[in-house]
C-alpha cells in the first residue's frame, strides 16, 4: 500500500538534520511513498502547516546546516485540545506515520504520542549526545569538531601571553562534548557535570603546570558543571526558556574570575554558545543522519512503530521508545579516567 510519510524536526538545530529530512524523502521514493514536510516541528503538526516534499526540494540541502523545515519546543500535550488537532493534520494529509527527528523532550513527546495511537518512528539528534541506546547522535561529531578548532585557535594566543584561557562549552547535564573536545584538543582540565572536582583541585594541577614550565593552561567546562566552592562570588539566578530549561550563561565567568583571583595569572573566558551547533555538519554526520533517516523509513514500510533507530557498534538498530525516555546517557567513567591520564591530573 502506498503511504505518505510526514517528517519533522523538534527542539534545538544541530547539523545533520536537513541530511535525514533528504533521506527519508528519497528513501520513500524508492517505495513510491509520499513525503510530508511539517514545519516547525509538532507547533506546526498542530497547526497544520504541512507541504509536500520531493526529490527537487531536498536537493542540495545535505550539506546545510539547521533545519529547512523549522523548529521549536512546543509540547505537543501540554493542551489537551491540540493532540485532537494533531489527528486532524495527519487526516486532513493523509499522513500515515511520521519520522520524528530530536532530543530528549521531542522524542519523550514522541513516546507519549505514540502510546495515543499515532504510528512514528523516532531519529536520535542533539549535540549534547546524550540520548542511551545509542552510540551516536546526529549533530554530536559537528559540534566536537568545532569546539576542538576553537581550542586549536585559543592554544596560540594563550601561549603567547601566558595566559590561562576558560572554554564553556554545550553540556547542561552531561559533559560529552568537553570532554571529547577537551581530550582532542589536549586541553590542560576538563570540568563536567557528572565529576565533581573542586576549584581547588584545579588550581592545585594549574600550579603544577606553572612550576614545571608551562607557562599557560586550557580548561574547557561544560555549561551544567556546579562549581561548590566558588568562594564568595553568588553564582546568579538562571533565566529558563520555554520548556523550563535554565539558559547557562556564567558557569565559565565565575571560573574564570576565581582562577585568576586565586592563581594571580591573567585569564581569558570564551563562551562558543550556539555557534556549536551552527554551520555545515560534517561527512560523519551527513552519512549518520543518511542511514538514520533510511532506516526510518524502512521501519515504517515495516509497521515497526513506537521505536528509534539507533547507532550500535556501527551498525543500525532498532529500540523502544520507551527504553530511553526520561533517561540521559552520561559521560563512561572509563572515558574520564582517559582524559584524566592525558592531561596529567593527579585526580
Same mark, same amino acid.
Given at each position: 500500500?502506498?503511504?505518505?510519510?510526514?517528517?519533522?524536526?523538534?527542539?534545538?538545530?544541530?547539523?545533520? !538534520?536537513?541530511?535525514?529530512?533528504?533521506?527519508?524523502?528519497?528513501? /520513500?521514493?524508492?517505495?513510491?511513498?509520499?513525503?510530508?514536510?511539517?514545519?516547525?516541528?509538532?507547533?506546526?503538526? $498542530?497547526?497544520?502547516?504541512?507541504?509536500?516534499?520531493?526529490?527537487?526540494?531536498?536537493?542540495?540541502?545535505?550539506?546545510?546546516?539547521?533545519?529547512?523545515? /523549522?523548529?521549536?519546543?512546543?509540547?505537543?500535550?501540554?493542551?489537551?485540545?491540540?493532540?485532537?488537532?494533531?489527528?486532524?493534520?495527519?487526516?486532513?494529509? +493523509? $499522513?500515515?506515520?511520521?519520522?520524528?527527528?530530536?532530543?530528549?523532550?521531542?522524542?519523550?513527546?514522541?513516546?507519549?504520542?505514540?502510546?495515543?495511537? $499515532?504510528?512514528?518512528?523516532?531519529?536520535?539528534?542533539?549535540?549534547? &549526545?546524550?540520548?542511551?541506546?545509542?552510540?551516536?547522535?546526529?549533530?554530536?561529531?559537528?559540534?566536537?569538531?568545532?569546539?576542538?578548532?576553537?581550542?586549536?585557535?585559543?592554544?596560540?594566543?594563550?601561549?603567547? %601571553?601566558?595566559?590561562?584561557?576558560?572554554?564553556?562549552?554545550?553540556?547542561?547535564?552531561?559533559?560529552?562534548?568537553?570532554?571529547?573536545?577537551?581530550?582532542?584538543?589536549?586541553?590542560?582540565?576538563?570540568?563536567?557535570?557528572?565529576?565533581?572536582?573542586?576549584? @581547588?583541585?584545579?588550581?592545585? &594541577?594549574?600550579?603544577?603546570?606553572?612550576?614545571?614550565?608551562?607557562?599557560?593552561?586550557?580548561?574547557?567546562?561544560?555549561?551544567?558543571?556546579?562549581?561548590?566552592?566558588? /568562594?564568595?562570588?553568588?553564582?546568579?539566578?538562571? @533565566?529558563?526558556?520555554?520548556?523550563? %530549561?535554565?539558559?547557562?550563561?556564567?558557569?565559565? &565567568? !565565575?571560573?574564570?574570575?576565581?582562577?585568576?583571583?586565586? !592563581?594571580? $595569572?591573567?585569564?581569558?573566558?570564551? &563562551? !562558543?554558545? %550556539?555557534?556549536?551547533?551552527?554551520?555545515?555538519?560534517?561527512?560523519?554526520?551527513?552519512?549518520?543522519?543518511?542511514?538514520?533517516?533510511?532506516?526510518?523509513?524502512?521501519?515504517?514500510?515495516?509497521? +515497526?512503530? /513506537?521505536?528509534?533507530?539507533?547507532?550500535?557498534?556501527?551498525?543500525?538498530?532498532?529500540?523502544?521508545?520507551?527504553?530511553?525516555?526520561?533517561?540521559?546517557?552520561?559521560?563512561?567513567?572509563?572515558?574520564?579516567?582517559?582524559?584524566?591520564?592525558?592531561?596529567?591530573?593527579?585526580?
Amino acid at each position: 500500500m502506498k503511504k505518505t510519510i510526514g517528517v519533522l524536526t523538534g527542539g534545538g538545530d544541530c547539523p545533520g !538534520l536537513n541530511a535525514v529530512i533528504r533521506a527519508v524523502v528519497r528513501c /520513500g521514493l524508492r517505495y513510491g511513498f509520499k513525503t510530508k514536510g511539517i514545519r516547525n516541528g509538532w507547533q506546526g503538526l $498542530i497547526e497544520g502547516e504541512v507541504e509536500t516534499l520531493t526529490d527537487f526540494s531536498v536537493s542540495g540541502i545535505i550539506s546545510r546546516g539547521g533545519t529547512v523545515l /523549522g523548529t521549536s519546543r512546543t509540547d505537543p500535550l501540554k493542551n489537551p485540545a491540540d493532540f485532537e488537532k494533531i489527528r486532524n493534520t495527519m487526516k486532513r494529509f +493523509n $499522513i500515515d506515520a511520521l519520522v520524528v527527528v530530536g532530543g530528549n523532550g521531542t522524542l519523550a513527546a514522541a513516546h507519549d504520542i505514540a502510546t495515543l495511537g $499515532i504510528p512514528l518512528v523516532g531519529v536520535p539528534k542533539t549535540i549534547d &549526545n546524550d540520548i542511551p541506546e545509542t552510540d551516536m547522535t546526529i549533530g554530536f561529531d559537528t559540534a566536537v569538531s568545532i569546539v576542538t578548532e576553537a581550542i586549536d585557535r585559543l592554544h596560540t594566543t594563550a601561549e603567547s %601571553h601566558h595566559r590561562i584561557m576558560v572554554v564553556q562549552v554545550m553540556g547542561r547535564q552531561v559533559g560529552w562534548i568537553a570532554l571529547k573536545a577537551g581530550i582532542a584538543g589536549g586541553a590542560d582540565e576538563i570540568l563536567i557535570p557528572e565529576v565533581h572536582v573542586t576549584i @581547588d583541585d584545579v588550581c592545585l &594541577n594549574l600550579k603544577a603546570r606553572y612550576a614545571a614550565g608551562k607557562k599557560f593552561s586550557i580548561v574547557v567546562i561544560a555549561e551544567g558543571t556546579p562549581l561548590q566552592d566558588i /568562594g564568595d562570588y553568588p553564582v546568579p539566578e538562571c @533565566d529558563r526558556d520555554e520548556c523550563g %530549561h535554565e539558559k547557562f550563561v556564567g558557569a565559565g &565567568n !565565575l571560573l574564570g574570575r576565581e582562577l585568576e583571583r586565586r !592563581l594571580g $595569572i591573567e585569564t581569558r573566558v570564551t &563562551n !562558543l554558545g %550556539h555557534v556549536q551547533r551552527g554551520g555545515t555538519p560534517t561527512a560523519f554526520d551527513r552519512v549518520l543522519a543518511t542511514r538514520f533517516g533510511v532506516a526510518a523509513v524502512e521501519q515504517i514500510r515495516m509497521g +515497526n512503530f /513506537g521505536t528509534m533507530v539507533a547507532l550500535q557498534s556501527a551498525q543500525i538498530v532498532t529500540v523502544p521508545l520507551e527504553s530511553i525516555v526520561h533517561r540521559l546517557k552520561l559521560v563512561e567513567p572509563e572515558l574520564y579516567t582517559v582524559a584524566k591520564t592525558v592531561i596529567g591530573g593527579k585526580r
